[in-house]
């Protein structure tokens, strides 16, 4: 039984995934990752399902990464970070290969894992109050298990613009960068992933998911050596001095050195 996510299903073959910590603002914990890996295995076997809508509970989408998964990273050794890092890696590709169209619901802020949450979804709707930012760099790390999937979102030249400085952006500039499909006001939030589901359940199911495969097939490759590399880069990132630095000035409550 899961604690950090769960599945509703309705009697259309619709299914919601949904972050469930929504008093941590939905942070990826070790076990929140875990439990979003077999989600997506769960629903990758149901052929009763033929959507499936990724949403959260609360005030956030999803924060990021878990402050003490963050702190046990901090004190770990590289093959336990690896591993860790690894566990991430994998559930995105999880979620991203869902042989079922994988509709975003993002009703709240987005930051670092978050982004890449919403990149592995097919469309993404977010609400035009909130906010968005790949804020790894801020505290001397990477974008790195995420990386793939934003990319092959936004595509290089967007990615460019919020990648690598951390800066903050709200739902309209998020449908400029390629992020979002469409920003909407709160209240109409719930009608637009409607009109995302609803033509779906005109469309065979099998030439769905061959289509899907076929379209990552021509897309952007995200191969197991492109995640595996991209493992390698967060692993060497916490071994530098800067994310050392970064995350132990973000624990003490303090500006690390790179911050005027």
Same mark, same amino acid.
């Given at each position: 039984?899961?604690?950090?996510?769960?599945?509703?299903?309705?009697?259309?073959?619709?299914?919601?995934?949904?972050?469930?910590?929504?008093?941590?603002?939905?942070?990826?914990?070790?076990?929140?990752?875990?439990?979003?890996?077999?989600?997506?295995?769960?629903?990758?076997?149901?052929?009763?399902?033929?959507?499936?809508? $990724?949403?959260? *509970?609360?005030?956030?989408?999803?924060? !990021? /990464?878990?402050? &003490?998964? +963050?702190?046990?990273?901090?004190? %770990?050794?590289?093959?336990?970070?690896?591993?860790?890092?690894?566990?991430?890696?994998?559930?995105?590709?999880?979620?991203?290969?869902?042989?079922?169209? $994988?509709?975003? *619901?993002?009703?709240?802020?987005?930051? !670092? /894992?978050?982004? &890449?949450? +919403?990149?592995?979804?097919?469309? %993404?709707?977010g609400v035009d109050g909130a906010t968005f930012a790949l804020t790894e760099t801020r505290l001397g790390l990477i974008p790195a298990t995420i990386g793939p999937y934003v990319a092959a979102r936004m595509g290089e030249a967007r990615a460019r613009q919020v990648f690598m400085s951390g800066k903050r952006?709200?739902?309209?500039?998020?449908?400029?960068?390629?992020?979002?499909?469409?920003?909407?006001?709160?209240?109409?939030?719930?009608?637009?992933?409607?009109?995302?589901?609803?033509?779906?359940?005109?469309?065979?199911?099998?030439?769905?998911a061959r289509s899907k495969a076929l379209l990552r097939y021509l897309g952007p490759p995200i191969t197991d050596e492109i995640i595996e590399h991209s493992?390698?880069?967060?692993?060497?990132?916490?071994?530098?001095?800067?994310?050392?630095?970064?995350?132990?000035?973000?624990?003490?409550?303090?500006?690390?050195?790179?911050?005027?």
């Open positions: 039984m899961a604690d950090t996510v769960s599945i509703e299903r309705d009697g259309r073959g619709v299914a919601t995934l949904w972050l469930d910590r929504a008093d941590k603002h939905n942070a990826l914990s070790a076990q929140m990752i875990r439990e979003l890996h077999e989600a997506a295995d769960e629903l990758t076997a149901d052929d009763g399902v033929r959507v499936v809508v $990724l949403a959260a *509970r609360g005030a956030s989408f999803c924060a !990021g /990464g878990d402050l &003490g998964w +963050m702190r046990e990273q901090f004190d %770990a050794a590289p093959d336990v970070r690896a591993k860790e890092a690894g566990a991430l890696a994998w559930m995105l590709k999880a979620l991203n290969d869902l042989p079922k169209p $994988l509709i975003g *619901r993002v009703q709240g802020n987005a930051f !670092g /894992g978050g982004i &890449g949450m +919403m990149s592995v979804c097919d469309v %993404a709707i952006f709200k739902g309209p500039q998020a449908v400029e960068l390629g992020l979002l499909a469409r920003s909407v006001a709160a209240e109409d939030l719930d009608a637009a992933v409607e009109a995302e589901v609803a033509p779906y359940l005109e469309t065979a199911p099998g030439a769905v493992i390698g880069e967060l692993v060497a990132c916490w071994e530098g001095p800067e994310t050392r630095e970064g995350i132990a000035a973000f624990f003490d409550k303090r500006r690390p050195p790179w911050q005027s």
